[in-house]
T-cell receptor, first 112, second 114 residues
Framework: GENVEQHPSTLSVQEGDSAVIKCTYSDSASNYFPWYKQELGKRPQLIIDIRSNVGEKKDQRIAVTLNKTAKHFSLHITETQPEDSAVYFCAANNNAGNMLTFGGGTRLMVKP | KAGVTQTPRYLIKTRGQQVTLSCSPISGHRSVSWYQQTPGQGLQFLFEYFSETQRNKGNFPGRFSGRQFSNSRSEMNVSTLELGDSALYLC?????????????FGQGTRLTVV
């Protein structure tokens, strides 16, 4: 089955700096890669996603890049703000049905 | 449109007991997945249902089971509870299984086994 690894597990940045979280996946048939943000005590919520026919996608301060050959994708957050502090999860959609496999999560702390 | 609703929000059970958790997906969503979230373990996939059929199952013991009803509501059951089953159980619903669409999560049921 699909295996998704996510790094780093914790990331501390200064407000205004950029943050990068990286994920690798194992199943070359995976074709959908969402990123979820989970604030403390809240449900995970989608912040951005990318499909395998696209190499990069941007939404304001957030961008995701995908390298299908290397089977890795990354989340980039620019001009970080304290409200960006949360746990971020990457995921890959296994084509065997409708199964999302998640990475282990990255706890991002943005220091004011 | 109402979001994904999970009940109950909190539950305390004793070792050896069984528990049933409920998930009502967003109206029109036919796919429901369940995840176990524990500190340091991320989101572990339990199973996924579509049109009352279990299509995928994660690597959990047989004590974990689920089902889906004709109205797409889903339940998961854990029998013979162990201390290690203490976790936040999240369900997520998706609209279209033929295309990759956003998974919407419920707020979860926090299960504590004592």
């Amino acid at each position: 089955g699909e295996n998704v690894e996510q790094h780093p597990s914790t990331l501390s940045v200064q407000e205004g700096d950029s943050a990068v979280i990286k994920c690798t996946y194992s199943d070359s048939a995976s074709n959908y890669f969402p990123w979820y943000k989970q604030e403390l005590g809240k449900r995970p919520q989608l912040i951005i996603d990318i499909r395998s026919n696209v190499g990069e996608k941007k939404d304001q301060r957030i961008a995701v890049t995908l390298n299908k050959t290397a089977k890795h994708f990354s989340l980039h957050i620019t001009e970080t703000q304290p409200e960006d502090s949360a746990v971020y999860f990457c995921a890959a959609n296994n084509n065997a049905g409708n199964m999302l496999t998640f990475g282990g999560g990255t706890r991002l702390m943005v220091k004011p | 449109k109402a979001g994904v609703t999970q009940t109950p929000r909190y539950l305390i059970k004793t070792r050896g007991q069984q528990v049933t958790l409920s998930c009502s997906p967003i109206s029109g969503h036919r796919s429901v997945s369940w995840y176990q979230q524990t500190p340091g373990q991320g989101l572990q996939f339990l199973f996924e249902y579509f049109s009352e059929t279990q299509r995928n199952k994660g690597n959990f013991p047989g004590r974990f089971s689920g089902r889906q009803f004709s109205n797409s509501r889903s339940e998961m059951n854990v029998s013979t509870l162990e201390l290690g089953d203490s976790a936040l159980y999240l369900c997520a619903s998706r609209q279209n299984v033929l295309k990759n669409t956003e998974a919407f999560f419920g707020q979860g049921t926090r299960l504590t086994v004592v």
